[in-house]
C-alpha cells in the first residue's frame, strides 16, 4: 500500500514470523558454499558502466535473477543503461518497501591488482606473518576462517551485498516466512557513473517507483565493524579546473622565466581555496550548516576512536574542519581528486607545460546547494585574476587579451538527504537488528561518502536509510577490492533480520 502520508494506522492482516537470532544464524550456515558459488559467478560479469555493451549479460543476469524469485520485472529505458524494477506484492501489504541495489563498479586497471583479471574472484588467507595465499574455493565447504577474503572488482561496492539480499531472499522464502509488505528493487547500473539518467528515470515512472519508503543495501558500517545504520549521505558535485601556459609546450631553458608555468599558477589557485587546517576560505561556502548541542549529542554517541583512524590512515593530524570525524562531513567538502601537468618519473622534460589540471570533487550536505558552491568556485576564481570559461579551450584572441586563462566545467550530479532517526525506516530497521544482534546498532547520522538517493526522497517524498553489510578495510574504487567472508556472511543474516521484520507495528509512514 502507498500513499500512507499525513500518518495512519495499518488495517488488520497477519503479522509475518519473526525468526530469533539463533534461528537466523541457523538458516544462513548451510548455504554459505552455495552463496559464494552464486557470487564467483556474478563476480566475473564485468560491470564497467562506461562500456554499454559489455553491461548486457550482467543486467540480464540480476534480472533472471529476480525473475527466478518470483518478481516481476521490467527495465526502466533510460538514454544509456535502463534502471532495473523487480515488484513482488503480497495480500493486505502494511506498506510498499522500495530497497536500492547498485551493480556497477569502477573501472578496472588489472597492472595494479595481485591477480590476473579484477573480475575473476581469488580466495584469500592471510597469514600471521602478514604474507596472503591463495585458498582453494572449496575450503568454504570446511570449517572457515571469518578472516579470509575475496578479492575482484565490486566484491564489496557493490556486488556482494546484492547477492547477500538475493540469498536472504531465498532463506526467508524456504522457511515461509510471509513478509507483510510489498517490495520493490530498483537496480541501478551507472552509480559509479555518478547515475546521470536517475533523476529523469524517477521522475518519469514515479508511478511504478511508488513506496512508503526506501532501503539502501550499500555500503561498510562504522569502522569499528560494530552493526550499523546510516540515515543520510552527502551529495556529490565534481568539476575540472585547467590554467593555460605556452600554446605549445616549451624549453625551460629558451623560455622559463619567461613563459608562465600553468602547473604553478594552478597549484596557487588551489592553495587558495582553503587554509592550512584544511577549512575552504571561499566566501560562503560553509554558509547554512549549523549543528546545535542536540546534533553534537548524535555525533558524539558514535563511538570513534580518533587515535585509531589517524593510525589507520598514517596520518599525523586531521584536518580542522570539524571538531571529530562525525563533525567534519556535516560539512560541504572540497577536494582535489586529481593533478596533471607535463610529464612525470621517465617521461619528465625539461619544459614548461602547456596547461595544468585538476580534477575536484565537492561532497554536499543536505543544507548546500550544489549548483550555489560550483558558482562560488567560479567566483573565486575570477577574483584571482582569471578569465574563467567553460565547456571550450580559449580562444587565440583570448590568449592574446588575458594574462590569466582557466576553464572551468562542473556538474551536480545529485544532493545530499537526511532522514531522522525515529523516522519509520528507521525504527523498522532498529528493530530488525535489535533482534539479531540484542543491541542497538550505531546510529550515523551522514556518512561522508555519496549515494545517488535524493531523487528517490524529493521526488517520491520517502524516508530512506541505509543499512551497510561489508567491511569497512574492502579497498573499494581501489586496486584489489575485498570483501572478508565473516562480513559477507553476516550481511546475510542482517537482511534476514530486518527483511523479516513486521512493518505492521510500525503506527505511521509519511
Keep these: 500500500m502507498v500513499g500512507l502520508a499525513g500518518g495512519g494506522v495499518f488495517g488488520p492482516a497477519p503479522v509475518a514470523a519473526q525468526p530469533t ?35 548486457g549479460p550482467l543486467i540480464d543476469w540480476i534480472e533472471s535473477a529476480f525473475a527466478e524469485r518470483g518478481f516481476d520485472t521490467r527495465r526502466l529505458e533510460t538514454e544509456r543503461l535502463p534502471l532495473l524494477l523487480a515488484e513482488r506484492r503480497v495480500d493486505a501489504p502494511a506498506a510498499t518497501v522500495l530497497v536500492y ?109 511508488a513506496a512508503d519508503m526506501l532501503v539502501i543495501f550499500d555500503g561498510p558500517p562504522h569502522y569499528s565493524g560494530r552493526p550499523s545504520l546510516k540515515f543520510g549521505a552527502r551529495g556529490i558535485a565534481t568539476l575540472t579546473l585547467t590554467t593555460y601556459g605556452p600554446r605549445v609546450p616549451q624549453h625551460s631553458g629558451h623560455y622559463g622565466n619567461y613563459a608562465p608555468n600553468p602547473g604553478q599558477r594552478l597549484a596557487r589557485l588551489l592553495a587558495s581555496m582553503k587554509d592550512d587546517d584544511g577549512r575552504v576560505t571561499i566566501d560562503g561556502f560553509y554558509d547554512g550548516v549549523e549543528l546545535d548541542d542536540a546534533t553534537r549529542a548524535v555525533l558524539e554517541a558514535v563511538p570513534d576512536d580518533e587515535a585509531e583512524v589517524r593510525r589507520a590512515l598514517g596520518i599525523a593530524a586531521s584536518d580542522q574542519v570539524g571538531g571529530s570525524l562525525q563533525e567534519a562531513v556535516q560539512y560541504p567538502s572540497l577536494n582535489v581528486r586529481g593533478l596533471s601537468s607535463g610529464w612525470i618519473g621517465d617521461q619528465a622534460r625539461t619544459i614548461v607545460p602547456a596547461d595544468a589540471t585538476a580534477e575536484i570533487d565537492v561532497r554536499l550536505v543536505r543544507e548546500t546547494d550544489g549548483d550555489r558552491l560550483l558558482g562560488l568556485i567560479r567566483d573565486h576564481v575570477e577574483s584571482r585574476g582569471y578569465r574563467v570559461v567553460s565547456g571550450r579551450d580559449p580562444t587565440e584572441a583570448e590568449r592574446a587579451e588575458h594574462a590569466r586563462l582557466a576553464r572551468l566545467d562542473g556538474s551536480v550530479s545529485y544532493a545530499a538527504f537526511r532522514t531522522d532517526f525515529d523516522s519509520p525506516p528507521g525504527r523498522w530497521l532498529e528493530a530488525g537488528m535489535r533482534r539479531l544482534f540484542g543491541a542497538a546498532p550505531v546510529k550515523i547520522r551522514t556518512s561522508g561518502g555519496s549515494i545517488p538517493i535524493s531523487p528517490f526522497v524529493t521526488t517520491l517524498g520517502v524516508p530512506a536509510v541505509s543499512v551497510p553489510t561489508v567491511n569497512p578495510d574492502n579497498n573499494q574504487h581501489s586496486p584489489n577490492e575485498n570483501i572478508r567472508v565473516g562480513s559477507f556472511v553476516e550481511g546475510i543474516a542482517i537482511m534476514v533480520a530486518v527483511l523479516s521484520q513486521p512493518l505492521r507495528p510500525i503506527a505511521q509512514v509519511p
Design 21 to 55: 537470532s539463533d534461528e537466523i544464524r541457523a538458516w544462513v550456515e548451510p548455504v554459505v558454499p552455495v552463496a559464494f558459488d552464486r557470487f564467483r559467478e556474478y563476480l566475473r560479469l564485468p560491470n564497467d558502466a562506461r562500456d554499454v555493451e559489455a553491461m
Design 101 to 209: 541495489l547498485q551493480a556497477d563498479g569502477q573501472p578496472v586497471d588489472p597492472s595494479a591488482w595481485r591477480q590476473t583479471n579484477p573480475y575473476d574472484p581469488v580466495l584469500r588467507a592471510r597469514d600471521a606473518d602478514g604474507r596472503e595465499r591463495d585458498l582453494a574455493w572449496s575450503a568454504l565447504e570446511g570449517e572457515r576462517d571469518p578472516d579470509w577474503r575475496v578479492f575482484a572488482r565490486s566484491a564489496s561496492d557493490s556486488k556482494g551485498p546484492n547477492i547477500q539480499f538475493l540469498t536472504a531472499l531465498d532463506l526467508l522464502d524456504g522457511q515461509g516466512v510471509a513478509l507483510d509488505y510489498d517490495l520493490k528493487v530498483v537496480v541501478d547500473f551507472e552509480e559509479e557513473m555518478g547515475s546521470p539518467q536517475l533523476p529523469p528515470a524517477v521522475e518519469q515512472h514515479s508511478d511504478a517507483l
